[in-house]
C-alpha cells in the first residue's frame, strides 16, 4: 500500500531532532507539524517573518496581523520572534534552518528539483522556494513518487523548469523514501507492503537498490 | 518649525510628485501589512506606466490590485502573482509585465538598494531560467549569480506606531517586506495607525529609524484577510 499523506508526514517528523528550526513549505509538508514527537521542541519558521509558528487561532484570536507564508491566520509559540523578510531570508540563505520539507513536480538523480512552473500553465512565481532549496544543506522533498497517469516524477533528469540545481538529497515519496547521490536514487525504505518491483518501475532515474530495503513501520 | 516632523495631513499631500512612469516600491506580504490607503491614493491619482516592486500584487479589487483596474501598472516585481484574475488577464493579454523574482532575492534586492549597495551575490537561483544572462562567480566551490539592488522613486510601508520623526514599530508579521521597502525610497511614504510624541516609543524597540521617512501619515485600515483559518476553542 502506497502511503498516506499522514502516513508521510510521520516519516518525515523522524527526520526532526530536537531543538531543530524547521520550514514547512505550503501544502503536505505542513502536516509535518501535526507529527512531531510529544518530547521533542521544535521551531517552525515562515519566511514572511516568523520563527515559532503556533496553531492556528481561535475565533477570538484572530488577528490579520499575524499570518504564514501560505497567508493563513496563525499564532505564535511560546519563545517565538518575528523580524522582516530579509532577516528571514537571511536565516534560509545562510544556512541557519536544520531541515526544510517542500513539494515538488519532479526531481532528478543529480539532485535537482523542479516545483513551482510548468510551462502552458499560468505562472503564479517562485515565492520563497529557490531561497529555500539553495539556501538548505537539509531539505526533504515531500511528493508522490509519480503523477496522476503513472508517469515517474523521479527522473534522469528534470524536464520542467529548474526552482534549484543539485541540493536535493532526500525525497520521501508515498511508495519510498530515497536518497540521491553521486548521480543516482538510492532506495533507503519502502512504503509497506510496497514492492521493489513497483518502486523500480516508477522511477525513470538511475536506482541504486541495497540487497535489503526495509519496510517503513507505523 | 518643521524640523524632523514628518507628519502630513492628507494623502494627496503623502503622494504628492508621483508621475506616470514612476516606480514605486511596496511592502507588505500578501494583504497583510500593505499600505492600504496610499495605493488607494494612487488609485485616485490614476498615475499611469507604473513599476510597482512589491512581493505580490495584492487580490482582485484588494490591495494593488485595485492599481490593474485602470491599468496604471507597467509592470510588476514580484515573487508571486498567483490568487488574482484581473492580474493573470492583463499579464496574458501583453499589457502587463511581469518580472518574477525568488522572495528572498527580492527582500534582499530592496535592502541592498537602501544600503547603497548595488549588486550582491546570491546562490538562489543558480542553474534555473532565472539566472539567465546573469554573471556567475564561484565563491568557496559554490556557484552563485549576480542580482542587482533597486531603489524607487517612491517607497510606500505601512507601520503600526510611528513618532512624529518617523520612528516606527512594526505589528506581528504586518512587517515583512516594510523596513527594507522603507529604506528604498527617494521619497519614502509611510502610513500608521497611531503617531505619538517623540519620545514616546523606546529607542531600542524602534524598528524603522525615522532617517528613511519623509512624509508619515495616520489612516484607518481595513485589514482584510486573506485565509482566515481558525481552530476549535
Same mark, same amino acid.
Given at each position: 500500500?502506497?502511503?498516506?499523506?499522514?502516513?508521510?508526514?510521520?516519516?518525515?517528523?523522524?527526520?526532526?531532532?530536537?531543538?531543530?528550526?524547521?520550514?514547512?513549505?505550503?501544502?503536505?509538508?505542513?502536516?509535518?507539524?501535526?507529527?512531531?514527537?510529544?518530547?521533542?521542541?521544535?521551531?517552525?519558521?515562515?519566511?514572511?517573518?516568523?520563527?515559532?509558528?503556533?496553531?492556528?487561532?481561535?475565533?477570538?484570536?484572530?488577528?490579520?496581523?499575524?499570518?504564514?507564508?501560505?497567508?493563513?491566520? %496563525?499564532?505564535?509559540?511560546?519563545?517565538?520572534?518575528?523580524?522582516?523578510?530579509?532577516?528571514?531570508?537571511?536565516?534560509?540563505?545562510?544556512?541557519? %534552518?536544520?531541515?526544510?520539507?517542500?513539494?515538488?513536480?519532479?526531481?532528478?538523480?543529480?539532485?535537482?528539483?523542479?516545483?513551482?512552473?510548468?510551462?502552458?500553465?499560468?505562472?503564479?512565481?517562485?515565492?520563497?522556494?529557490?531561497?529555500?532549496?539553495?539556501?538548505?544543506?537539509?531539505?526533504?522533498?515531500?511528493?508522490?513518487?509519480?503523477?496522476?497517469?503513472?508517469?515517474?516524477?523521479?527522473?534522469?533528469?528534470?524536464?520542467?523548469?529548474?526552482?534549484?540545481?543539485?541540493?536535493?538529497?532526500?525525497?520521501?515519496?508515498?511508495?519510498?523514501?530515497?536518497?540521491?547521490?553521486?548521480?543516482?536514487?538510492?532506495?533507503?525504505?519502502?512504503?509497506?507492503?510496497?514492492?521493489?518491483?513497483?518502486?523500480?518501475?516508477?522511477?525513470?532515474?538511475?536506482?541504486?537498490?541495497?540487497?535489503?530495503?526495509?519496510?517503513?513501520?507505523? | 518649525?518643521?524640523?524632523?516632523?514628518?507628519?502630513?495631513?492628507?494623502?494627496?499631500?503623502?503622494?504628492?510628485?508621483?508621475?506616470?512612469?514612476?516606480?514605486?516600491?511596496?511592502?507588505?506580504?500578501?494583504?497583510?501589512?500593505?499600505?492600504?490607503?496610499?495605493?488607494?491614493?494612487?488609485?485616485?491619482?490614476?498615475?499611469?506606466?507604473?513599476?510597482?516592486?512589491?512581493?505580490?500584487?495584492?487580490? *482582485?479589487?484588494?490591495?494593488?490590485?485595485?492599481?490593474?483596474?485602470?491599468?496604471?501598472?507597467?509592470?510588476?516585481?514580484?515573487?508571486?502573482?498567483?490568487?488574482?484574475?484581473?492580474?493573470?488577464?492583463?499579464?496574458?493579454?501583453?499589457?502587463?509585465?511581469?518580472?518574477?523574482?525568488?522572495?528572498?532575492?527580492?527582500?534582499?534586492?530592496?535592502?541592498?538598494?537602501?544600503?547603497?549597495?548595488?549588486?550582491?551575490?546570491?546562490?538562489?537561483?543558480?542553474?534555473? *531560467?532565472?539566472?539567465?544572462?546573469?554573471?556567475?562567480?564561484?565563491? *568557496?566551490?559554490?556557484?552563485?549569480?549576480?542580482?542587482?539592488?533597486?531603489?524607487? *522613486?517612491?517607497?510606500?510601508?505601512?507601520?503600526?506606531?510611528?513618532?512624529?520623526?518617523?520612528?516606527?514599530?512594526?505589528?506581528?508579521?504586518?512587517?515583512?517586506?516594510?523596513?527594507?521597502?522603507?529604506?528604498?525610497?527617494?521619497?519614502?511614504?509611510?502610513?500608521?495607525?497611531?503617531?505619538?510624541?517623540?519620545?514616546?516609543?523606546?529607542?531600542?524597540?524602534?524598528?524603522?529609524?525615522?532617517?528613511?521617512?519623509?512624509?508619515?501619515?495616520?489612516?484607518?485600515?481595513?485589514?482584510?484577510?486573506?485565509?482566515?483559518?481558525?481552530?476549535?476553542?
Amino acid at each position: 500500500m502506497s502511503l498516506s499523506r499522514d502516513q508521510m508526514a510521520i516519516r518525515v517528523a523522524r527526520e526532526l531532532q530536537d531543538g531543530y528550526y524547521v520550514n514547512l513549505g505550503i501544502g503536505i509538508p505542513t502536516l509535518v507539524a501535526n507529527h512531531v514527537p510529544e518530547e521533542m521542541e521544535v521551531m517552525l519558521q515562515s519566511e514572511n517573518g516568523l520563527l515559532g509558528m503556533g496553531p492556528f487561532p481561535t475565533e477570538d484570536e484572530v488577528d490579520a496581523d499575524l499570518i504564514n507564508a501560505g497567508k493563513q491566520t %496563525v499564532t505564535t509559540a511560546t519563545g517565538a520572534s518575528i523580524f522582516s523578510s530579509a532577516e528571514s531570508f537571511a536565516m534560509i540563505r545562510g544556512g541557519h %534552518v536544520d531541515l526544510t520539507v517542500l513539494g515538488a513536480f519532479e526531481v532528478d538523480a543529480s539532485g535537482n528539483i523542479a516545483s513551482w512552473m510548468i510551462p502552458g500553465k499560468l505562472i503564479k512565481g517562485m515565492g520563497g522556494a529557490m531561497d529555500l532549496v539553495a539556501g538548505a544543506d537539509n531539505i526533504v522533498v515531500m511528493m508522490t513518487h509519480a503523477d496522476k497517469y503513472g508517469k515517474s516524477k523521479l527522473l534522469s533528469e528534470c524536464s520542467l523548469p529548474l526552482t534549484g540545481a543539485g541540493c536535493i538529497k532526500q525525497v520521501l515519496t508515498d511508495l519510498a523514501y530515497l536518497e540521491i547521490y553521486d548521480g543516482k536514487f538510492h532506495l533507503v525504505e519502502r512504503a509497506p507492503g510496497v514492492s521493489i518491483e513497483e518502486i523500480v518501475e516508477k522511477t525513470a532515474g538511475a536506482l541504486v537498490v541495497p540487497d535489503s530495503v526495509p519496510e517503513m513501520k507505523f | 518649525m518643521a524640523g524632523f516632523d514628518k507628519v502630513v495631513n492628507t494623502y494627496e499631500e503623502a503622494m504628492a510628485g508621483l508621475e506616470n512612469g514612476m516606480t514605486v516600491i511596496a511592502g507588505g506580504f500578501g494583504i497583510c501589512g500593505i499600505p492600504e490607503n496610499l495605493i488607494k491614493e494612487i488609485k485616485k491619482m490614476g498615475s499611469k506606466e507604473l513599476t510597482i516592486i512589491s512581493n505580490n500584487c495584492g487580490c *482582485d479589487g484588494l490591495g494593488l490590485g485595485i492599481l490593474l483596474e485602470d491599468r496604471q501598472i507597467k509592470k510588476m516585481v514580484s515573487s508571486y502573482v498567483g490568487e488574482n484574475k484581473m492580474f493573470e488577464e492583463q499579464l496574458l493579454s501583453g499589457e502587463l509585465e511581469v518580472e518574477l523574482t525568488p522572495q528572498g532575492t527580492l527582500a534582499e534586492k530592496m535592502r541592498a538598494g537602501g544600503a547603497g549597495i548595488p549588486a550582491f551575490y546570491t546562490a538562489t537561483g543558480f542553474g534555473t *531560467d532565472i539566472a539567465k544572462g546573469k554573471d556567475v562567480r564561484e565563491f *568557496d566551490g559554490r556557484k552563485y549569480i549576480l542580482e542587482e539592488s533597486v531603489t524607487g *522613486d517612491f517607497a510606500i510601508v505601512k507601520a503600526w506606531k510611528a513618532d512624529r520623526f518617523g520612528n516606527a514599530i512594526y505589528r506581528h508579521t504586518a512587517m515583512n517586506f516594510n523596513p527594507m521597502a522603507a529604506t528604498a525610497g527617494k521619497i519614502t511614504v509611510m502610513e500608521v495607525e497611531e503617531i505619538v510624541e517623540p519620545g514616546e516609543l523606546d529607542p531600542m524597540h524602534i524598528h524603522t529609524s525615522g532617517i528613511y521617512v519623509d512624509r508619515l501619515i495616520q489612516g484607518t485600515f481595513e485589514k482584510r484577510i486573506e485565509l482566515r483559518t481558525v481552530r476549535e476553542n
